[in-house]
């Protein structure tokens, strides 16, 4: 029998059950954007099986397509009836494999990256290596910063502000729209200072808007983030021309084409990554080389992940080029209590530590999982 280089590396893994359970966590507080309010978070966590380990990936879909065109029904049904059979049975090489073998499908990263983040834990785990390791990532521990959402008040929003500012967070986003922008963004210069701030508009504005979003020029803010629409790229060229403030992209880098697009047309100065839009890790990874070759800095997006996920997007966030504080913080501001035990802490100064155990590294309470899940599937090789 034929030695392959991937046997003698450890990393060779056999996919042989999928399991899929969707899971609602009610938010510790609502979270508001431009394009509204929840109170809790629905999202399928996937398992793979394979040589006695199993492999947890959370899909960041949502009950609506208001972020993305996918959702938790479309994640289900794709991952169920034209993923599942794909990667189950197989033997792969190396994680990276799993993103190019579900090609066959078109678009639907947040239901391929569920897929091919639970085979990177996998895989990680078979080695005895944590994620961020099998990752290449270099970090001990990451900045993490936090996103506020839109509130009732500029009170309100203070408050906020103080209370994270408190916990040792090392930048604060808000999110804006309009009628929720200048002066949200002059309210808190003028009480906090010069602080590190950005704000996030989730395509919330026009291109029309340009004049208006200049008024926030003046505010020094570290970006204005998706200003324009989600896929929008030639618009937020020429917003940037007009804005000393950097762009970053959201919503408009789902592949690392569309990457590349925007940086050919110089649409951003900074690009926020979340393995979930791009379609997992490795196509994560390519974006993250891709800017450090561009000198544009990238940071970790957050899609109100439970801990699972979230510890997923910690071991992504240690790689280089991950330079900016991201929207990665501690479990206690989303779920209490959360899906893992002991929950994602952030330190005083506002650090996040990598787990180092094999995998992602945290401990699933399942007694949570199976209270929170209402439905369930199973397939076997
Ligand atoms: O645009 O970054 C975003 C949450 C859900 C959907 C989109 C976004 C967000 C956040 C929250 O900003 C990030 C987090 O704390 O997880
Ligand atoms: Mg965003």
Not at 92 to 99: M, T
Request: proline share 4%; glycine share 8%; net charge negative.
């Amino acid at each position: 029998m034929a030695i392959h280089a991937a046997d003698i590396l450890g990393t060779v893994f056999r996919i042989e059950r999928l399991s899929l359970r969707l899971v609602r966590l009610p938010l510790v507080a609502f979270f508001e954007t431009s394009f509204g309010r929840v109170y809790d978070k629905t999202f399928i966590l996937v398992t793979l099986d394979g040589d006695g380990l199993q492999g947890l990936g959370e899909c960041v879909a949502d009950v609506d397509p208001y972020y993305s065109s996918e959702t938790n029904v479309g994640a289900w049904h794709v991952i169920k009836d034209f993923l599942a059979s794909l990667v189950l049975g197989k033997t792969f090489d190396h994680p990276r494999d799993l993103f190019p073998a579900m090609t066959r499908v078109r678009g639907h990263h947040m239901a391929k990256a569920a897929v091919e983040m639970a085979a990177w834990d996998l895989a990680a785990r078979r080695q005895g290596a944590s994620l961020a390791t099998m990752l290449g990532g270099t970090r001990t521990a990451i900045a993490s910063g936090v996103s506020i959402g839109i509130q009732d008040s500029l009170d309100d929003l203070a408050a906020k502000v103080r209370k994270e500012l408190d916990a040792g967070y090392r930048r604060i986003k808000i999110k804006v729209k309009p009628g929720w922008d200048v002066d949200a963004v002059e309210m808190i210069r003028d009480r906090f200072g010069s602080i590190p701030l950005m704000v996030d508009a989730n395509a919330a504005y026009t291109i029309g808007a340009a004049a208006h979003l200049q008024a926030l020029d003046r505010f020094g803010l570290m970006m204005i983030e998706q200003p324009l629409d989600y896929d929008d790229i030639r618009d937020h060229a020429a917003l940037q021309r007009r804005l000393e403030t950097p762009i970053c992209l959201d919503e408009s880098i789902h592949s690392v084409r569309a990457a590349e697009d925007a940086i050919a047309l110089q649409a951003c100065r900074i690009i926020n990554i979340k393995p979930g839009r791009l379609g997992g890790h490795a196509e994560s990874i390519r974006v993250h080389d891709l800017c450090a070759w561009h000198g544009i800095p990238v940071w970790h997006g957050g899609m109100l992940e439970s801990g699972i996920g979230r510890a997923q997007n910690i071991h992504l966030a240690s790689l280089r080029n991950f330079t900016l504080p991201g929207d990665i913080a501690a479990s206690r501001r989303y779920f209490v209590p959360d899906l893992i035990d002991p929950p994602i802490e952030v330190s005083r100064d506002g650090l996040v530590a990598v787990p180092t155990g094999p995998g992602i590294g945290v401990h699933v309470d399942w007694d949570r999982v199976q209270a929170s899940t209402t439905e369930t599937y199973e397939v076997r090789a």
